[in-house]
């Protein structure tokens, strides 16, 4: 698949193929970087990604290198506790140091780009192993620090944020919830939930299509 450069579709000038220097999207403990991201942008400096998959692809490709940094196991539903992943005992209670983790990214034909998930380390009071709490807490940031990044580089919000907001809305643990033993206009809540989420998704896509028009 080649990438088409295209025109603006803000202002209807021809685009161009550019790279950001540095763009930071913040969620929770997690600081995601890119480098020389490759973006369009026309002469009037509206900016947006170079497909309208990238951000997904982006999202993707960040949760597929997750497992390859150290974490520790989240124990408990409540008070959580953090155990070390080598052997066991528990990770410290406060955090020392943050860490950047570099990864280098290729998106089709254009040139490789790097990201950076940075994040605290906890150290472990068995074997002092630095790691991260748990695989989880950073994967549960990973797409709202994208959003911040499309937002930080200045794209439009397009689609793409209506269905991270959707899968927020049919998953756990906002689902779970609802998910009680009520009823609600004689039908259950949970049911009664999925309905009109449901609708207000519906109407947030047909504004978003009609503001792209
Ligand atoms: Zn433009
Ligand atoms: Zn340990």
């Known amino acids: 698949m080649a990438i088409k450069i295209g025109r603006c579709a803000k202002c209807g000038d021809p685009n161009e193929l550019k790279t950001l220097p540095s763009v930071t999207g913040l969620d929770g403990p997690l600081e ?14 509206h900016k947006a990604p170079v497909h309208r998959d990238f951000m997904l692809w982006l999202i993707g490709e960040i ?3 997750e497992a390859q940094i ?51 380390l906890y150290k472990c009071t068995g074997c002092g192993k630095e790691q991260l709490r748990s695989t989880k807490q950073l994967h549960d940031h990973v797409a709202q620090s994208v959003m911040g990044i499309n937002d930080a580089a200045g794209f ?37 939930y999925i309905f009109a989420a449901w609708a207000i998704l519906v109407g947030l896509m047909a504004l978003a299509v009609e503001e792209r028009r």
């Open 32 to 45: 995601l970087t890119l480098l020389e991201m490759p973006v369009l942008a026309c002469a009037k400096k």
């Open 63 to 65: 949760r597929s290198r």
């Open 70 to 120: 150290a974490a520790g196991k989240e124990e408990g539903m409540i008070f959580k506790k953090h155990l070390c992943g080598e052997c066991g005992k528990e990770l410290a209670a406060k955090s020392e140091r943050k860490q950047a983790f570099p990864y280098e990214l290729k998106y089709e034909e254009l040139p490789p780009f790097k990201f950076q998930i940075t994040m605290p």
């Open 156 to 192: 439009p919000h397009s689609g793409y944020v209506l269905f991270i907001f959707g899968c927020l809305l049919f998953n756990y643990p906002v689902l779970s919830l609802f998910n009680v033993p009520a009823v609600l206009f004689g039908v259950p809540v949970l049911y009664a």
